[in-house]
């Protein structure tokens, strides 16, 4: 399923990140039900919430 949301990816014509909702380094997984397409803008907005201050 992650190879095929990969290539679902290449079809918009900006660019899109898969993004973990519960990152694999505290025991997400690559199942769909745990993966995002988000815009490259959106996907930082979310990092630049998670970093501590």
Same mark, same amino acid.
């Given at each position: +399923? /992650?190879? +095929?949301?990969? !290539?679902?990816? !290449? =079809? /918009?014509? %900006? #660019?899109?990140? #898969?993004?973990? &909702? @519960?990152? =694999?380094? @505290? $025991? $997400?997984?690559?199942?769909?039900?745990? =993966?995002? &397409? =988000?815009? &490259? !803008?959106?996907?930082? @907005?979310?990092?630049?919430? @998670? %970093?501590? !201050?």
């Amino acid at each position: +399923m /992650f190879v +095929m949301l990969l !290539s679902t990816v !290449s =079809l /918009f014509a %900006k #660019v899109r990140l #898969v993004h973990h &909702i @519960k990152l =694999l380094a @505290k $025991g $997400g997984t690559h199942d769909e039900s745990n =993966l995002q &397409i =988000l815009c &490259i !803008s959106c996907h930082e @907005k979310i990092y630049q919430r @998670k %970093k501590p !201050s």
